[in-house]
């Protein structure tokens, strides 16, 4: 499957609780960005990453979250100390390099549906 | 303050019509424009881009853009069924480095 894969599906986390979601961009791509999905809303943008570079990070909250794209495997999102206001679906894509048409087109994975108790 | 505005509906058209959605957005130095189509409980697909202001046809299909308006929409000839979802409109401002920003969707339905 060459689509932008995503895990864990699901995860339930209690308050307190660390979240860590992944993602592995499709081949070829090397932009990868993190969205977040309320309930009912639309998708918010969170954070834009390069392999070891955030480009750009203004839709991350301030605390608790982080994200990487390291050089080896997979970018991973990171939320500390979760809170029920955390649930939601996350949402991973990617896109190629370059300045073509059809560059900043994104392909979404499936998404990771984080559920605090 | 840099915003895609949509009606959220739900919008309702009987199967083989046309459906119209639409689209503004707030900063008129846009460049890129997208609609993605996200049936419940799944992950946004792309339906279209559109660079250019006019018309942009893939099947049944049409993106239309009016960068002076400030404007997009997305039509869908012969509506099926299986059109009914949310459509998301998204667009990329200037300078902000590939960043979209979606609008709120748009539900519609499709009835046999």
Not at chain 1, 45 to 67: C, H, T, W
Not at chain 2, 15 to 37: H, K, M, P, V
Not at chain 2, 95 to 112: D, E, I, Y
């Amino acid at each position: 499957n060459a689509g932008v894969m995503q895990n864990p599906r699901h995860l339930v986390r209690r308050r307190g609780q660390e979240a860590r979601l992944r993602c592995s961009p499709m081949k070829g791509h090397s932009h990868v960005y993190w969205y977040r999905q309320l309930p009912e809303e639309g998708l918010k943008f969170m954070v834009y990453l390069q392999k070891e570079n955030i480009i750009d990070e203004s839709g991350m909250p301030k605390e608790r979250f982080s994200a990487e794209f390291p050089k080896e495997g997979p970018s991973i999102l990171r939320i500390q100390q979760v809170v029920r206001g955390d649930s939601a679906a996350y949402f991973c894509a990617s896109s190629p390099a370059g300045r073509h048409s059809g560059a900043n087109v994104l392909t979404f994975g499936a998404g990771s549906r984080l559920t605090v108790l | 303050q840099k915003e895609v505005e949509q009606n959220s509906g739900p919008l309702s058209v009987p199967e083989g019509a046309i459906a119209s959605l639409n689209c503004t957005y707030s900063d008129r130095g846009s460049q890129s424009f997208f609609w993605y189509r996200q049936y419940s409980g799944k992950s946004p697909e792309l339906i279209m881009f559109i660079y250019s202001n006019g018309d942009k046809e893939d099947g049944r299909f049409t993106a239309q853009l009016n960068k002076a308006s400030q404007y997009v929409s997305l039509l869908i000839r012969d509506s099926q069924p299986s059109d009914s979802a949310t459509y998301l409109c998204a667009v990329e401002f200037s300078g902000s480095a590939r960043q979209l920003t979606f609008g709120s969707g748009t539900q519609l339905t499709v009835l046999p």
